[in-house]
T-cell receptor, first 117, second 111 residues
Framework: DAGVIQSPRHEVTEMGQEVTLRCKPI?????LFWYRQTMMRGLELLIY????????DSGMPEDRFSAKMPNASFSTLKIQPSEPRDSAVYFC???????????????FGEGSRLTVL | ELKVEQNPLFLSMQEGKNYTIYCNYS?????LYWYRQDPGKSLESLFV?????AVKQEGRLMASLDTKARLSTLHITAAVHDLSATYFC???????????FGAGTRLTVKP
């Protein structure tokens, strides 16, 4: 069974450009998470969705960041305009939620490494 | 404020030695997770601890949870080089699906 799929794996862009990161969660998982990882700040939760609905976006750094989940199998994280301080690895993760016997553990994608020059 | 604190942040061990990584968290939770991350790779789930007193073991790693002390430990027995990685603990607060991570412990096992 395929895991969480992220694209692109690597992106290099110039300051001011729009960046779109994509994620396909594991089929049947109804919760999706976006995390950002940097050396200075570690793993930060940006936003998470339950059943395609954003539940908590308090971790989104500022208005330049937006995330959508138009259906159960696809999510995007957009940065517009991008800045050098946005350089990081962005991870998408999913889980089946906490209902029933689900343990709540997250299944991570391989990450998208973003470099903004 | 939701806080998850790990210590040590860096750990260099000799092969064959034992050591413990600690994870403290700030508010009530009965769901704690340990993940492993190899350099340049994704995070892999190691242990899920869902109740006070829970203990899980896999190979040379053993994790435990004390919800009253808000403390989890990850014990390494007779370390081997293959265990070199960064280990994260993570906590779900307020019984929702919001998982917060510690800063990670970078473990290096030397021959």
């Amino acid at each position: 069974d395929a895991g969480v799929i992220q694209s692109p794996r690597h992106e290099v862009t110039e300051m001011g450009q729009e960046v779109t990161l994509r994620c396909k969660p594991i089929s049947g998982h109804n919760s999706l998470f976006w995390y950002r990882q940097t050396m200075m700040r570690g793993l930060e939760l940006l936003i998470y969705f339950n059943n395609n609905v954003p539940i908590d976006d308090s971790g989104m750094p500022e208005d330049r960041f937006s995330a959508k989940m138009p259906n159960a199998s696809f999510s995007t994280l957009k940065i517009q305009p991008s800045e050098p301080r946005d350089s990081a690895v962005y991870f998408c993760a999913s889980n089946p939620g906490l209902a029933g016997s689900n343990t709540g553990e997250l299944f991570f994608g391989e990450g998208s490494r973003l470099t903004v020059l | 404020e939701l806080k998850v604190e790990q210590n040590p942040l860096f750990l260099s061990m000799q092969e064959g030695k034992n050591y413990t990584i600690y994870c403290n968290y700030s508010t009530t939770s009965d769901r704690l997770y340990w993940y492993r991350q190899d350099p340049g790779k994704s995070l892999e789930s190691l242990f899920v601890l869902l109740s006070n007193g829970a203990v899980k073991q896999e190979g040379r790693l053993m994790a435990s949870l004390d919800t009253k002390a808000r403390l989890s430990t990850l014990h390494i027995t007779a370390a081997v080089h293959d265990l070199s990685a960064t280990y994260f603990c993570a906590v779900v607060f307020d019984n929702n699906n919001d998982m917060r991570f510690g800063a990670g412990t970078r473990l290096t096992v030397k021959p």
